[in-house]
């Protein structure tokens, strides 16, 4: 798609003003881990079970009184796509998204609850991307994607900014270090740029590591051939783009891959712990955290970034010791 | 124990406002039920995972400063006991635990890792309250009931008093009916005082309905002798106390009971729905709704009192279909 602009801190500001004015913010707890109290967001407890919903509104509230007319494509295995449907619903816009058939039935039936409608499509055969394409060019649709967008973008980093303010007020400072989970970079780019001062470390399932190695090579490098399976349904992306990389680049952020052992342990932590519902790619951050592969020090926000679980794999989650 | 005085809706709102220098309100959440959308409070997201510190912190401060010197004596499968050394670890006071040897590890090891001294007991062969009786006069050490006590009952309640303003800035409206976890009362008969307008529904496992009968009976029955095996361990009282039954009483209240496939059901709700992880004791109110065994309507607000599970028992709850 073409580019129009790049994505800013100011446009994370204008997001967060907006989405304050509909949504409050997601809880902020703090726990210890090694004895360094750590603060954690808590993204799986809006109201679609991830951040999603904040891109979405962003993008969705950008569009004029003719595009919301004809519509939104979205593809997505999941979150997204309730993303969108949340914000499509609020605003009278219709939704089609292209989703794969082995998306998690919760992801699936909660779109479907919200009026979406979806073309399904396998992930082995065909491409996402072409199938919405001609969807959206058939029916003058936008193609709104997942994290390839400067309103996407923005709109996600204001996860940082109600950080920011909550930290603050429970006395824990700003963010020296934010730890993300990574499918795309969406989220990850737009909380780099609501958080100027702060480190940023982006998490993806071993094998899925695609931002990590580009960051390090300073060139996009895409996932390998025949990645491994991952219970991380909501960070397989097998390229990151342009606009996240960039920004995630500048800002001289690290990757850090971890097992799947790593982040159901943390999927377990977190209900022992903070008493939360975590999917799989919404505890990689955690995990890297709990693993040692990130350094543990105040001022640390770890982004919990989505909870929609299929029960049967969560309770293995919670079963494997 | 003698009892000094009744609590009161006064001593309720007291009581909110000294919680809330101190602690956030915990999230109330909305999700429909058959169409009709209903308030959940989530006190399992609280510092220890359940209400029980609410109760703690209006008890203890109430302390002058000779008894706080001589510490605090309680008996509690878990939430209580956390609730405890919570408030007396915030205190400076020394607090000893009676707590039965098959209690949540969980529970256990979050009360001993905020300072509690913990006093190992039989729940088949032994009594606490002897054991904790005799702990407190041998250290004049105050006791501190989980339940039968004015203060620990308007502590609980204001958790009533948090949920009529957050329902009332979400644009429910006051709550026309609470559905709440049964053990002893204490949070129950709270609510009752917090919300004089609202019809009060208490929720306890089947077998260990004994505040419903003695509603019923408008008496007050105990347990019968072996009740069943529940996995509700922070409802497992055997006999409901005179205050907490005689407000409950006085306002027409009534009892629900739910079975043990209801509460693992309303467990995995929660998972799906709010991605919240709820204790089984916890989660009985919503399981009395969802299995119908309760009204729905507008302005329905429902107490999701804990969340501090074991995980083997909660991945079996998960798994169950």
Redesign the interface.
């Known amino acids: 798609m073409t580019i129009l602009r790049q994505p800013t801190g100011a446009g994370v500001r204008d997001a967060a003003a907006k989405i304050a004015r509909i949504l409050p913010p997601t809880?902020l707890?703090t726990a210890e881990i090694k004895g360094v109290p750590i603060a954690f967001k808590a993204e799986?407890?809006q109201p679609v079970?991830a951040f999603k919903l904040r891109g979405a509104w962003h993008r969705l509230t950008a569009l004029d009184d003719a595009a919301r007319a004809r519509g939104v494509v979205a593809f997505s295995s999941g979150n997204h796509a309730q993303g969108i449907a949340w914000a499509a619903k609020r605003l009278g816009i219709a939704a089609t998204i292209v989703m794969p058939r082995d998306a998690p039935r919760?992801k699936r039936e909660a779109t479907l609850a919200m009026g979406a409608e979806i073309v399904d499509y396998d992930r082995a055969t065909e491409s996402r991307e072409l199938i919405a394409g001609r969807l959206a060019e058939a029916r003058g649709a936008t193609l709104v994607p997942s994290f390839d967008d400067p309103w996407i973008i923005e709109g996600q980093g204001s996860v940082g900014v109600e950080a920011v303010a909550q930290m603050q007020a429970a006395g824990l400072g700003s963010p020296v270090r934010a730890i993300v989970p990574c499918g795309g970079g969406g989220l990850a780019s737009g909380i780099a740029l609501a958080l100027p001062g702060a480190a940023i470390t982006v998490v993806e399932p071993e094998g899925w590591d695609d931002m990590r190695r580009s960051l390090e090579a300073s060139w996009i490098e895409p996932v390998g051939p025949n990645p491994p399976p991952t219970a991380c349904d909501s960070l397989m992306t097998t390229r990151v783009s342009t606009l996240t990389f960039d920004v995630l680049s500048r800002r001289d952020a690290t990757g850090v891959a971890v097992s799947e052992a790593e982040t159901a342990a943390a999927q377990?932590w977190a209900?022992?712990r903070l008493?939360?519902?975590?999917e799989p790619g919404g505890a990689v951050a955690l995990a890297a955290v709990l693993a040692g592969k990130v350094p543990i020090e105040p001022g640390t926000l770890v982004i919990l970034s989505g909870?929609?679980?299929d029960?049967?794999g969560?309770?293995?989650a919670?079963?494997a010791?």
Request: charged letters at 15%; a positive charge.
């Open positions: 809880p707890f799986s407890l079970g919760v377990r209900a022992e008493r939360l519902v975590i909870g929609n679980v029960l049967a969560y309770a293995r919670m079963n010791t």
